[in-house]
C-alpha cells in the first residue's frame, strides 16, 4: 500500500467514547487525506492535509477532527462517537510524482 | 455547487459484452479526472487517470476513459466485460486547484455468465 499503514484495522466501541485513527506514511508527500466509506455514498472526504498543521474541511467533517503535527502522520479524532459514524475509513495520500491518490487497507470502525 | 455524479447505481452486463460507466461532474476548473476500482472485500485501485494531456485515457485490464469537456463527462469503457471485472467503480474529480478529491457515489457492476 504505497507506505501507508493505518490503525487500528478494528475497532469496536461505545458510543460518547472518543476514537483516534492513525494515518502513517513513510513517503514524505505533503497532502494527505481522510475518508469514510459507506454503502450507497462511495467515499465522502472527512479532511484533508496539505502539510504540517495545515488541514481543511472535507464533505462530511461535523463531529471529526484532525491534526498533522509532523509530515508522516495524519491524525483523525472522534471527539464523541456516535453510531452514525459506524463505518470504514480510508486514509490516502496524494503523490508527488504520480499524481495519483493511493489508499491505505482502511480502518473499520463499529460504534454501539 | 461542484459535485460528480456516476448516474447509475448499478449495471448488468453479459459476460463478453462491452461496459460503459457514466460519470459527469461539475467544476468551473480544469478538472483531473480518475477512475478508481474496488473489488469485494479489497481495497481501492486506481483504473486510469485524465490531466489534460490526451482525452482518451486508457488504463489498466482494459479499461478506457474519455474526457468530453462539452459534455463535462468522463465515462468509462471497456469493449468486451470479464466475470473478473465485477466490483464498485468510482469516479473521482479534482474540483479546484485546493488537492480537494471528491468521489462519485459509486457504480457497481455485476457481470453475468
Known amino acids: 500500500d504505497a507506505g501507508i499503514t493505518q490503525s487500528p484495522r478494528h475497532k469496536v466501541t461505545e458510543t460518547g467514547t472518543p476514537v483516534t485513527l492513525r494515518c502513517h506514511q513513510t513517503e514524505n508527500h505533503r497532502y494527505m487525506y481522510w475518508y469514510r466509506q459507506d454503502p450507497g455514498h462511495g467515499l465522502r472526504l472527512i479532511h484533508y492535509s496539505y502539510g504540517v498543521k495545515d488541514t481543511d474541511k472535507g464533505e462530511v467533517s461535523d463531529g471529526y477532527s484532525v491534526s498533522r503535527s509532523k509530515t508522516e502522520d495524519f491524525l483523525l479524532t472522534l471527539e464523541s462517537a456516535t453510531s452514525s459514524q459506524t463505518s470504514v475509513y480510508f486514509c490516502?495520500?496524494?503523490?508527488?510524482?504520480?499524481?495519483?491518490?493511493?489508499f491505505g487497507a482502511g480502518s473499520r470502525l463499529t460504534v454501539l | 455547487a461542484q459535485s460528480v455524479t456516476q448516474l447509475d447505481s448499478h449495471v448488468s452486463v453479459s459476460e463478453g459484452t462491452p461496459v460503459l460507466l457514466r460519470c459527469n461532474y461539475s467544476?468551473?476548473?480544469?478538472?483531473?479526472l480518475f477512475w478508481y476500482v474496488q473489488h469485494p472485500n479489497k481495497g481501492l485501485q486506481l483504473l486510469l487517470k485524465y490531466t489534460s494531456a490526451a482525452t482518451l485515457v486508457k488504463g489498466i485490464n482494459g479499461f478506457e476513459a474519455e474526457f468530453k469537456k462539452s459534455e463535462t463527462s468522463f465515462h468509462l469503457t471497456k469493449p468486451s466485460a470479464h466475470m473478473s471485472d465485477a466490483a464498485e467503480y468510482f469516479c473521482?474529480?479534482?474540483?479546484?486547484?485546493?488537492?480537494?478529491?471528491?468521489f462519485g457515489s459509486g457504480t457497481r457492476l455485476l457481470v453475468r455468465p
Open positions: 490516502a495520500i496524494w503523490g508527488a510524482g504520480a499524481n495519483v491518490l493511493t
Open positions: 473521482v474529480v479534482r474540483m479546484d486547484s485546493s488537492y480537494k478529491l471528491i
Open positions: 467544476s468551473s476548473y480544469s478538472p483531473s
